[in-house]
């Protein structure tokens, strides 16, 4: 399985971003889908995920400034990034779970966001 994401880059504060990642691979479908982000020095921390029934859940950080949505047919999420600030600066990555326990879970290889003030 592979998880190629796309977007990200350096913006301003207050600009937006939309990242997009397609997984790929031996597994047809995926339970859940979304987004993770590590700063420098810091933990991997989620940002938000959508299930394939459409629930969603944010970080606080990121609630009211960023939308997570899903192509289960084309086993695709994207997410919309507003109002960016330089906090949000970090490597972010894809991820997706599978498997009847969700026991099957897979990461993109990241992508560098910077928020410049």
């Known amino acids: 399985v592979q998880l190629q994401a796309s977007g990200g880059g350096l913006v301003q504060a207050g600009g937006s971003l939309r990242f997009s990642c397609v997984a790929s691979?031996?597994?047809?479908?995926?339970?859940?889908m979304g987004w993770f982000r590590q700063a420098p020095g810091k933990e991997r921390e989620l940002v938000a995920t959508?299930?394939?029934?459409?629930?969603?859940i944010y970080a606080d950080s990121v609630k009211g400034r960023c939308t997570i949505s899903g192509d289960n047919a084309e086993n695709t999420v994207y997410l919309q990034m507003n109002n960016l600030k330089p906090e949000d600066t970090a490597v972010y990555y894809c991820h997706a779970k599978a498997g009847i326990f969700n026991d099957l879970e897979f990461w993109g290889k990241g992508t560098q966001v910077t928020v410049s003030s």
């Open positions: 691979g031996s597994i047809a479908s995926f339970n859940v």
């Open positions: 959508i299930t394939r029934g459409g629930r969603t």
